[in-house]
């Protein structure tokens, strides 16, 4: 830039217009030129300043990056690392929303675990597996029934919050949704233990 804004002004002296430059801005165009211009015979004060390596990385440097963990790679910068989700307290409404899913999840693998049941035992195994669950009697009938109604009770009635949630949004006040996420809780729980009963 500097450059081109001397060698302009040359242009035109040469031509024979005159334009007026103050001295001082003059020489300081002259200084930056001299400064930006590499000379053999002096040194830059760049030339002293040390150079920082720089960071190559190659397909194995990053395949030896993905190795280490995050955990290693923090203790090898001997820096404290923050404690988060061990210390953390979730909320009610996290977990009752947690548990829906997990509750979801639970319902899914007992259908194909039955489905199973049914394709790999033929028509019957899975009605006669269930039978036999439920006439062993004891704690084993009662964990079976629970195990079942549970999740299903709870992911029903999550369900039947979320609707009325849908179509109340008024209702959606962290006090609120927390009395909620307890009823829900407590009438999963109840209802459950019903089911084991009868």
């Excluded at 103050?22 to 300043?49: E, G, W």
């Excluded at 919050?161 to 407590?186: F, Q």
Aim: contains cysteine.
């Amino acid at each position: 830039m500097l450059r081109t804004t001397s060698s302009t002004m040359a242009k035109f002296a040469r031509r024979g217009v005159n334009i007026p430059i103050i001295p001082s801005f003059q020489n300081t165009i002259d200084t930056f030129i001299s400064a930006a211009t590499p000379s053999s015979s002096s040194s830059s004060p760049r030339d002293s300043t040390p150079l920082r390596q720089m960071t190559v990385l190659s397909k194995d440097s990053a395949s030896e990056f993905k190795k280490s963990n995050y955990t290693t790679r923090m203790a090898a910068t001997r820096r404290p690392v923050s404690p988060h989700v061990s210390i953390y307290s979730f909320p009610i409404c996290a977990m009752s929303s947690i548990t829906t899913r997990v509750t979801g999840m639970c319902l899914s693998i007992g259908a194909l675990g039955l489905g199973f049941v049914e394709i790999v035992g033929g028509n019957g195994a899975a009605l006669e597996l269930m039978s036999a669950i439920g006439s062993s009697g004891g704690v084993v009938a009662a964990g079976a029934k629970f195990s079942v109604a549970f999740p299903f009770l709870y992911h029903y009635l999550g369900g039947m919050r979320h609707l009325v949630w849908d179509n109340s949004p008024e209702m959606l006040t962290n006090v609120d949704v927390e009395k909620a996420s307890y009823v829900l809780i407590g009438t999963s729980v109840l209802l459950s233990g019903v089911a084991v009963i009868v």
